[in-house]
């Protein structure tokens, strides 16, 4: 039930950020569709641990902020390559064993890395990542296993 009352509430604040309107029938229409969806879900068995994962809340506080200054610098490691007259770019593919154990850690694992600028995930596997690179540091960055940790932490036991 918890997760229910999580799903709606996240649902109608997603809504009415994305909508911008606040008069009294839209807020009642937006709450009444986050609630429909829920029910939706919940009769489809969707809403779980997974699939709302309530847990992760806590660690995602330190996550994000962790993903976002890795994206500043790749991003500007990427910015200076583009404007760089010689491009000095090394494209390679690595492939690496991840550390996660369940679906949403390979998934942020991957998405992570994806949304790190210069990298991009290509496969994903409980067994091993392809990941493309643009420069040999890159490929580097991606093999030292730092953000396979800081996922693994952000994840926690499996």
Not at 2 to 13: G, K, T
Not at 61 to 82: G, N, Q, R, S, T
């Amino acid at each position: 039930m918890l997760r229910a009352v999580a799903s709606v509430l996240l649902l109608f604040a997603f809504w009415v950020v994305l909508s911008g309107f606040l008069t009294p029938f839209l807020l009642a229409a937006g709450l009444g569709s986050a609630i429909a969806v829920v029910w939706f879900a919940r009769r489809m068995n969707v809403v779980d641990r997974e699939s709302v994962p309530l847990h992760l809340v806590s660690r995602a506080v330190w996550y994000w902020p962790w993903l976002f200054k890795e994206i500043a610098k790749a991003a500007w490691d990427v910015a200076k390559l583009v404007v760089n007259p010689r491009l000095p770019i090394a494209p390679s593919l690595v492939r690496f064993r991840p550390g996660q154990h369940t679906h949403v850690g390979l998934c942020t694992h991957a998405n992570s890395i994806t949304l790190t600028p210069g990298t991009i995930t290509v496969e994903v596997s409980a067994t091993e990542m392809l990941v493309h690179a643009l420069t040999a540091e890159g490929a580097e960055g991606v093999l030292s296993g730092v953000m396979d940790r800081q996922v693994t932490r952000f994840e926690g036991p499996g």
